[in-house]
């Protein structure tokens, strides 16, 4: 191959051909004059015969080249020309792409991390997690677990883990920390390999608390221990209880739950020293949340499922009083089945699906640009045109603009949207949980945003293609360009009225959604947020129990209410909106057979102190709240909310003094009602039956403490946390608002309306940039027009009709069918934002506002340009 | 402007009438014009065109060379000159080409032999 000398030689064979070429002309010339012309004549007559000299000079330069690459390289770099040329141009498509490619890559780096990217261990194809076909969550009870472990015949094992959080004592500060009660099988079903020293294994187990092991989360050892490999071996304290670290587990995992990252493992059959009691033989308390196995080699999913509901319809007929009937089937693991999995699912596909919508608005629009400036260059197409260059040529010079602001827009894009997802892994939404966002793009990511923006720079590239071939090139030399005056409705109208829409859309639900979340936050949830600490404490942690537990409570409560500024201090096992919500059938008191199908309700339960109601700030509407005599030597008590009464007990008035009855055959007396309120973490959920027991009769070692005082809560954090240590420095706490806390329940609105307001930002800019491009159009392309208006006297008023008559028409068309677009779309979102309602007027109010404002910044510029037109020099130019 | 019809007669022609020209006699563009157009009695009109473009294609393919001089006129010119692989070329170029106007004759004129 000798192309590479001849890439350095073809500068001089170029030089020699130019000026060979001129030789013969001059000599032609020479020639001519010699036959008698004058000089001028016989060298224009030279010229002439010789005809387009830098067109065959550029013919017989491509015997050298490589054509098209070549030549695609002089577009690349006529392109970067006239790009530099406009840089107000360039600068808003590129900001414009950018956006629309970074929203994109951002949604779809997300989408990719929770749903394409499965979980991080070897041969996940054929791992799967057991769930309820009704309720969607998976939980067993751990007696069942064993069962269904031992009896099927399609799983290779099937491993279990609880989620739960301790107190780890390891001879400094105890902290609390989360951890997996996981089968004895767990790694070696999945496969993973220690990092450091060993994992536990199913031989390790022989009974309850027979296994004290704990294998560290790699950044649990990395931060906690500073990566000390001597840690193998220590024996640290879990809740009061040694345990002995036997090793860490490799970097890369982080349990079976997506979101969610542990501090540790520990075996499932020491579960008991964690959670305080003892379930492992409890056959009718479902607590263990994820069963999952890899199938045998041949077993399908459907054959699996077929098994798994033949054993559990063996456990329902052999255990009647433990079981009520439910079918289970098969899931994917990673984001615990389709319990997260299904929402976060339809979720990342609805924003997918507004950012797609987003990136075609913004072809749309740049589209529009394109022909404009297409249209601009009209001028300059003609003469190429007309000195001989084909339309082929041409347009591939206007792909090679489109595609390289599309490429420069996506890597800018792309850039922004790396360093968001970037903060978006490191992001803790909750501080009182360990979240795992693990949405750091991968090459998946990077070839879906280049294709983006190849795709997108096609698109808008190919709209001014009619355009080009529509040129007629003496025409527009002859009269410069004309533009016709058209009425019809071109399909770019329709164009910016759709992108208009779409943007009116995000609009009008983005404004929908934040007043839902504001309302929200100030409407009724059946507490008082407002001015109220949570305090968080697990005695079990510090080795409490039995009787010790209800004697310390109440020495806390004690101790709260003895700072200043503290009005009243209640304690329950689990707050409502709390992510950890207590589920429990309740019978009526005449049903004698207490077998789940059997129950009147599932109510919400809360174990209380006597002052909750009133620290709570819960209305009690009738009868009595606890004291401290209501203990586990008095009668049952209870106090329910409305909807429990109306719907067990039959009515609401005369509900105080009846009885109801638990799962375990306990009578329970109702002494007071309370107003309903908001319990599980979702503002959205309709009134569920509720009701509050005495924490003397139903002993809770997990507990918040609400403090609630008169003035901004946050300044009793110090004086809490010095409280608690006074009564035992060897108690973890964790103390947070309860506002704090709710942002569990207020996550998924949260996390619609910024979602919402970021692409309704972006709806806004590009719809700015479309008819600005298309008003600037407008203008330029009617300033003669214009100009000739003017000089014949128009009024600024009808000037800017003229000019801008069109677009603002567009926009309100736009605008109309955007809203209305916008208020059915919200009926959707109602289900995600509480109070969501399009039925307000200030919505309404705002999106028409917000349209006319956007139609004034967009054509504000070019309105400006119309009206100072100079009519003299216009016409002078002519 | 058009681009297709400025071409040669077939392809190959022009190349070959210009390499005829040249292993007569070398010379530089203009000449092989004028020259091409006196011996074909103005039949043929070389477009500076086609006549450039030829001339690199064969400058590539390495079947003339080119060196700057002076004409017998005192001009500086770019004389081209046949090259051995050149004249190989034109030899085939020539008997393929003989054979191809003996078909093409054949085939018009089925009675004559093109011999007699």
């Not at chain 1, 297409?374 to 347009?395: H, K, P, T």
């Not at chain 1, 706490?733 to 569990?744: H, I, L, R």
């Amino acid at each position: 191959m000798n192309w590479i000398p001849s890439i350095f030689r073809r500068r001089k064979l170029y030089n020699d051909l130019a000026e060979e070429m001129r030789l013969h002309m001059e000599e032609h010339a020479e020639q001519l004059m010699g036959e008698g012309m004058s000089r001028r004549e016989a060298e224009q007559e030279a010229r002439r015969a010789f005809g387009n000299r830098t067109l065959i000079e550029e013919r017989s330069r491509v015997v050298w080249q490589w054509p098209t690459l070549e030549s695609i390289w002089a577009d690349l770099r006529f392109a970067l020309r006239q790009l530099r040329r406009s840089p107000g141009f360039t600068v808003a498509a590129v900001l414009t792409l950018a956006l629309a490619i970074g929203a994109n890559a951002v949604v779809f780096a997300v989408l990719n991390a929770f749903i394409l990217r499965p979980l991080n261990v070897p041969q996940r194809e054929s791992l799967y997690e057991v769930e309820n076909a009704d309720d969607i969550m998976g939980y067993e009870s751990y007696p069942d677990y064993l069962d269904l472990r031992d009896r099927n015949r399609s799983f290779d094992a099937l491993a279990a883990y609880n989620i739960s959080q301790a107190g780890l004592d390891t001879g400094n500060d105890p902290s609390r920390v989360w951890l997996y009660e996981a089968s004895g099988n767990y790694f070696d079903v999945l496969g993973i390999q220690p990092f450091l020293g060993r994992v536990f294994h199913g031989t390790d187990e022989h009974g309850p608390n027979s296994a004290p092991y704990i294998v560290l989360a790699y950044a649990y050892w990395h931060d906690h221990f500073q990566d000390d490999r001597g840690v193998v071996g220590r024996v640290v304290q879990v809740n009061k209880h040694p345990f002995t670290i036997i090793g860490v587990a490799p970097p890369g995992f982080h349990g079976t739950l997506m979101i969610f990252s542990p501090d540790f493992f520990v075996p499932i059959v020491n579960q008991e020293q964690v959670d305080g009691l003892n379930f492992l033989n409890a056959r009718g308390n479902a607590l263990v949340p994820a069963l999952m196995g890899h199938l045998k080699a041949g077993v399908s999913a459907s054959q699996a499922t077929a098994d798994l509901n033949s054993i559990r319809s063996y456990l329902e007929k052999t255990y009647p009083k433990d079981h009520g009937h439910k079918t289970l089937v098969l899931a994917r693991p990673a984001l615990g089945g389709d319990w997260i999995g299904r929402p976060l699912r339809a979720f990342l596909s609805g924003l997918m699906l507004l950012a797609g919508l987003i990136l075609l608005a913004a072809c749309a629009n740049l589209g529009n640009l394109f022909a404009a400036r297409a249209a601009d260059r009209s001028r300059e197409v003609a003469l190429r045109l007309a000195l001989g260059s084909s339309r082929m040529r041409i347009l591939r010079q206007l792909l090679t603009e489109a595609v390289l602001i599309s490429l420069a827009g996506g890597a800018a894009g792309l850039a922004g949207s790396v360093v968001l997802l970037h903060r978006l892994s490191a992001w803790q939404p909750f501080p009182e949980f360990p979240m795992n966002i693990p949405v750091n793009p991968d090459a998946n990511v990077y070839l879906v945003a280049l294709v983006l923006a190849l795709v997108s720079g096609f698109l808008f590239g190919i709209i001014p293609v009619r355009q080009v071939f529509r040129v007629n090139p003496y025409e527009i030399v002859k009269a410069g360009s004309t533009g016709r005056v058209g009425r019809r409705i071109t399909a770019r109208d329709i164009l910016l009225v759709v992108q208009i829409a779409i943007c009116a859309v995000l609009v009008t639900s983005s404004m929908v959604a934040v007043r839902g979340l504001a309302r929200s936050l100030h409407s009724n949830f059946g507490f008082e947020p407002r001015n109220a600490m949570l305090v968080f404490t697990d005695l079990g942690m510090a080795g409490y129990s039995g009787d010790k537990l209800p004697a310390m409570q109440r020495r806390m409560i004690d101790a709260m209410e003895a700072i200043p500024g503290v009005k009243s201090v209640g304690l329950v096992d689990s707050p409502p909106l709390h992510m950890g919500w207590d589920p429990q059938s309740v019978f009526a008191d005449q049903t004698t057979d207490l077998k789940p199908s059997n129950a009147a309700a599932i109510a919400i339960t809360f174990n209380i102190s006597p002052e909750y109601f009133r620290a709570a700030g819960t209305a009690l509407l009738a009868g009595r709240s606890f004291s401290w005599n209501d203990d586990k030597n008095s009668p049952r008590v209870a106090v329910v909310n409305r909807e429990f009464a109306g719907k067990i007990l039959g009515s609401e008035t005369d509900a105080i003094g009846r009885h109801f009855k638990m799962s375990d055959g306990t009578r329970i007396e109702v002494v007071g009602i309370a107003e309903d309120g908001k319990y599980t973490a979702n503002l959205t959920e309709d009134p569920q039956p509720a009701m509050f027991l005495p924490i003397l009769q139903s002993l809770s070692s997990q507990t918040y403490l609400v403090v609630r005082s008169g003035r901004d809560p946050q300044q009793l954090v110090a004086a809490i946390r010095n409280k608690l240590r006074d009564l035992d420095p060897g108690l973890p706490a964790f103390v947070q608002t309860w506002y704090e806390e709710m942002n569990g329940a207020l996550f998924a609105s949260r996390m619609a309306t910024v979602s919402l307001g970021v692409l309704g930002v972006m709806g806004v800019m590009l719809s700015i940039t479309g008819i600005f491009g298309m008003a600037a159009y407008s203008v330029s392309k009617r300033l003669r027009e214009l100009g000739i208006r003017i000089a014949l006297g128009a009024q600024r008023k009808e000037v800017l009709q003229a000019a801008l008559g069109r677009p603002l028409k567009l926009l309100a068309w736009g605008s109309a069918a955007g809203l209305l677009l916008g208020l059915l779309a919200t009926r959707v979102l109602a289900y995600i934002v509480y109070q969501a309602t399009p039925r307000d007027p200030l919505v309404l109010t705002g999106v028409v506002l917000a349209m006319m404002l956007l139609g004034l910044v967009a054509t504000w510029i070019p309105a400006q340009r119309a009206l100072s037109v100079n009519p003299l020099i216009l016409l002078r130019e002519e | 402007m058009t681009e297709s019809n400025t071409r040669d007669l077939f392809p190959g022609a022009l190349e070959m009438m210009i390499l005829e020209s040249l292993r007569r006699q070398p010379a530089h563009g203009y000449a092989l014009v004028q020259h091409i157009q006196q011996r074909s009695n103005n039949l043929l009109q070389v477009e500076e065109g086609s006549l450039y473009p030829a001339l690199q294609r064969l400058l590539k393919a390495k079947l003339v060379k080119a060196e700057w001089g002076m004409s017998s006129t005192n001009r500086r010119v770019r004389t081209y000159q046949i090259t051995v692989s050149g004249l190989r070329h034109l030899e085939q170029q020539i008997s393929s080409f003989e054979r191809m106007f003996e078909g093409i004759a054949l085939v018009l004129n089925p009675g004559k032999s093109p011999a007699s």
